[in-house]
C-alpha cells in the first residue's frame, strides 16, 4: 500500500528566505506526483505536477524535483512571502489500484 | 483518523446514461464537501463546493445542469454526472471538512470511463 509522507509537519520561517519542503513516498511504482497548496477552509489549488518520467517542474518561484527510485519529491520557494503561507500537500497517483494517495500536508506560515 | 469514501471506485457506463459517485464521510460530520476532476496527464481541478443543505457552488466552465451534486445530509455528498460523453470519462475524487476545523480530508477516487 502506498505511504505518502511529509517532513515537517509545520515549518516557520522568516520573509524573503527560500525553503524545501519534502516528501516521500513508499511504492515507486507511480504515474505522477504532485503538490498542492491548501489555504485554511478552502479546497486545493494544483501547483505543480511531475510525471513519473520527469525529474523536475518550475512554476515561477517553485520548483518540484522527482527521485523515483528513492521515493522522494522536494518543493523549492524561493523568496517567501507572506502569502505564501498555507498548507502543501503532495500527492502521488500509484499504478495497480490507480489511487491517489495525499501526504499529510506541511503548513508554512511566512513571518512578515 | 477520519475517513472518507468514495462509491464506486470504478465504474463503466454508456453515453446518455446517468451515473452518481457517492462521497461519504465515515466517523465525522462533514459540512461542506470537495468535488475534484482529473484528467489523465493533468492536475487534480475543483470542480465545486458543496455545503450541506445548501446548493453548490460550482467552478467557472463547469456545467451545473450536468453535473448535479447532493449534499443532502452531514456524511453524504453525490455527484450526478447526467447524459454522460465520453469527454467525461476521467478521475473524480472528493474531500470533506468538519465545520470545526481547517483539516480536509480526502476520498480515494472514482474512476469513470464513458463508453
Known amino acids: 500500500k502506498q505511504e505518502v509522507t511529509q517532513i515537517p509537519a509545520a515549518l516557520s520561517v522568516p520573509e524573503g528566505e527560500n525553503l524545501v519542503l519534502n516528501c516521500s513516498f513508499t511504492?515507486?511504482?507511480?504515474?505522477?506526483l504532485q503538490w498542492f497548496r491548501q489555504d485554511p477552509g478552502k479546497g486545493l489549488t494544483s501547483l505543480l505536477l511531475i510525471q513519473s518520467s520527469q525529474r523536475e517542474q518550475t512554476s515561477g518561484r517553485l520548483n518540484a524535483s522527482l527521485d523515483k527510485s528513492s521515493g522522494r519529491s522536494t518543493l523549492y520557494i524561493a523568496a517567501s512571502q507572506p502569502g505564501d503561507s498555507a498548507t502543501y500537500l503532495c500527492?502521488?497517483?500509484?499504478?495497480?489500484?490507480?489511487?491517489?494517495?495525499f501526504g499529510t500536508g506541511t503548513r508554512l506560515t511566512i513571518i512578515p | 483518523g477520519a475517513v472518507v469514501s468514495q462509491h464506486p471506485s470504478r465504474v463503466i457506463c454508456k453515453s446518455g446514461t446517468s451515473v452518481k459517485i457517492e462521497c461519504r464521510s465515515l466517523?465525522?460530520?462533514?459540512?461542506?464537501m470537495f468535488w475534484y476532476r482529473q484528467f489523465p496527464k493533468q492536475s487534480l481541478m475543483l470542480m465545486a463546493t458543496?455545503?450541506?443543505?445548501?446548493?453548490?457552488?460550482?467552478e467557472q466552465g463547469v456545467e451545473k445542469d450536468k453535473f448535479l451534486i447532493n449534499h443532502a445530509s452531514l456524511t453524504l455528498s453525490t455527484l450526478t454526472v447526467t447524459s454522460a460523453h465520453p469527454e467525461d470519462s476521467s478521475f473524480y475524487i472528493c474531500?470533506?471538512?468538519?465545520?470545526?476545523?481547517?483539516?480536509?480530508?480526502f476520498g480515494e477516487g472514482s474512476w469513470l470511463t464513458v463508453v
Open positions: 474531500s470533506a471538512k468538519t465545520g470545526s476545523g481547517n483539516t480536509i480530508y
Open positions: 466517523d465525522f460530520q462533514a459540512t461542506t
Open positions: 458543496s455545503n450541506e443543505g445548501s446548493k453548490a457552488t460550482y
Open positions: 511504492d515507486s511504482a507511480i504515474y505522477n
Open positions: 500527492a502521488v497517483l500509484s499504478f495497480g489500484n490507480e489511487k491517489l494517495t
